[in-house]
């Protein structure tokens, strides 16, 4: 153990040793909050960098997303051009075979007017073919009459016989043709009849066929005109496109000049930390030694309280082991068994029930040495600490920043103040450093800490933790 401060003796080299030790403690928690502040902004800039490197990247997705979407719009805009040409060339071709068709429709509207004309005719071929029925009948009579006429003037009217049977000949014929004419125009009249009727059908279908032609010329003009829109929407969002992606390239450029900004700042803030743990470091170093070399402390106290029992500590280890509680490779084996279901994540060991056991009696009284102690507890060279005072060893709940604070046994505290205090093998090490009460809350604190040696080898050390 140190020797104890000597507080009566008045030397000049005495009392500058006692102010050197009371200006290392005091630079020492300077150093340690200036370190936590770093460390702080140190962690925020690595965020920010983590942050805008993913802008960066998101910066890089917009342009090459914009690249593409320029070539998609330049093939919209190509397509659309195209396309136009050939809906205006289609809607001519269209009207054109429309007004064909409208003409064809106007004819057969006409159709019907003329088959009335030529019914008219009929009915007038008939008439006259009636009168030539007539007549032939009459000339035949008259025919007949004659050769009666002749028979009865004997010699003298044989030549007036002759004509009077041509004439009768050719009245019959002149019959015979009438009625064939007659046939004829009957026939012809049911033509026109059935002509009429179909013509008929044709006319409505003709109206119709001019209704559509109406609503199409009025459909594809509009068509037309939708696809001359498009085409001047896509000209215009071809432009915003360049102007969007002008944007986005300068947006990517500053955030590179940013990013490189931001990363010489957070490497030059990451060296002042590593500067400041290493002066840290150095503080710690000078308190041990003014306090080593008889100067007065406010931790000789906790450093003589943490050696008697981290003596006590290494005895009960020995003396488990020469009993066979446990076997020495058992105490000394870091095998660590994840426990499930505990978050943040707990451990068992070989030698956590014997921790269980013998540790309690050693660690829980020094609770009760100082008001200002917060806990004492033995870790391992791995930042292992196996059993902890029992108002840190709660049963876990479902809240992990809640366990984070009120169950640390069994969990490894792998950090830096951790493993220096599980390795240390000097006869104390003394320790100023920010303590992590889960919930993104920090409180600073001293800790204390004297090695266990069981039979000579370092299995870990004592740790006695202290408000200021």
Same mark, same amino acid.
């Given at each position: ?74 093939? *919209? &805009? @190509?397509?659309?051009?195209? =396309?136009?040409? +050939? ?6 071709? !269209?009207?054109?075979? #429309? /007004? ?66 041509? *004439? &009768? @000949?050719?009245?019959?014929? =002149?019959?015979? +043709? ?6 004829? !125009?009957?026939?012809? #009249? /049911? ?73 010489? =700042? ?203």
């Amino acid at each position: 153990m140190i020797p104890a401060a000597d507080f009566t003796d008045s030397s000049p080299a005495n009392d500058q040793m006692d102010k050197l030790s009371h200006i290392a403690s005091r630079l020492s928690l300077e150093l340690v909050d200036i370190a936590g502040a770093l460390d702080q902004i140190d962690n925020s800039t690595s965020q920010q960098l983590q942050s805008l490197d993913h802008v960066r990247s998101n910066a890089d997705r917009m342009v090459q997303g914009n690249t593409s979407v320029r070539r998609a719009i330049d093939l *919209i &805009n @190509e397509t659309t051009t195209e =396309t136009l040409e +050939a809906v205006i060339s289609s809607v001519e071709n !269209i009207q054109s075979a #429309g /007004n064909r068709t409208q003409k064809l429709a106007k004819w057969v509207r006409s159709l019907d007017a003329r088959i009335t004309e030529i019914e008219d005719t009929i009915a007038s071929a008939r008439s006259n073919n009636d009168d030539i029925a007539s007549i032939a009948a009459q000339v035949n009579i008259l025919a007949i009459n004659a050769k009666i006429e002749a028979a009865r003037a004997g010699e003298a009217g044989r030549g007036f016989a002759v004509v009077a049977e041509a *004439i &009768n @000949e050719l009245s019959r014929k =002149t019959a015979g +043709a009438a009625e064939g004419i007659s046939d004829s !125009i009957l026939t012809l #009249g /049911n033509w026109i009849d059935a002509l009429r009727g179909e013509a008929g059908v044709a006319a409505e279908d003709a109206e119709g066929v001019l209704a559509e032609a109406d609503d199409t010329d009025i459909s594809l003009s509009g068509i037309a005109e939708h696809v001359r829109m498009i085409n001047s929407e896509a000209r215009q969002i071809k432009e915003n496109a360049g102007n969007v992606g002008s944007a986005i390239s300068e947006f990517g450029e500053s955030f590179d000049r940013m990013g490189s900004a931001l990363e010489g =700042t957070a490497t030059g803030i990451h060296q002042v930390r590593d500067r400041a743990d290493t002066m840290v470091d150095q503080a710690e170093c000078l308190v041990q030694c003014s306090v080593s070399l008889g100067g007065a402390s406010q931790d000789s106290r906790f450093i003589d309280e943490v050696q008697a029992r981290a003596a006590l500590v290494s005895m009960a280890f020995e003396e488990a082991i020469a009993n066979r509680t446990i076997a020495r490779e058992a105490l000394f084996k870091p095998t660590y068994t994840p426990i499930d279901g505990s978050d943040p994540q707990q451990f068992m060991t070989e030698f956590t029930d014997l921790t269980d056991s013998i540790l309690p009696p050693i660690q829980e009284p020094a609770l009760d040495f100082d008001p200002s102690v917060v806990f004492c507890a033995a870790i391992d060279r791995n930042g292992y600490i196996p059993t902890h005072n029992n108002r840190f060893s709660q049963p876990m709940g479902d809240d992990p920043v809640w366990n984070m604070a009120n169950c640390r046994n069994r969990r490894i505290f792998n950090d830096k103040v951790g493993l220096k205090a599980g390795n240390n093998k000097q006869p104390f090490l003394l320790q100023v450093y920010r303590r992590d009460m889960g919930g993104g809350e920090f409180v600073t604190m001293k800790d204390v800490s004297a090695p266990i040696l069981v039979g000579g080898q370092l299995w870990g050390g004592l740790r006695l933790a202290y408000t200021l």
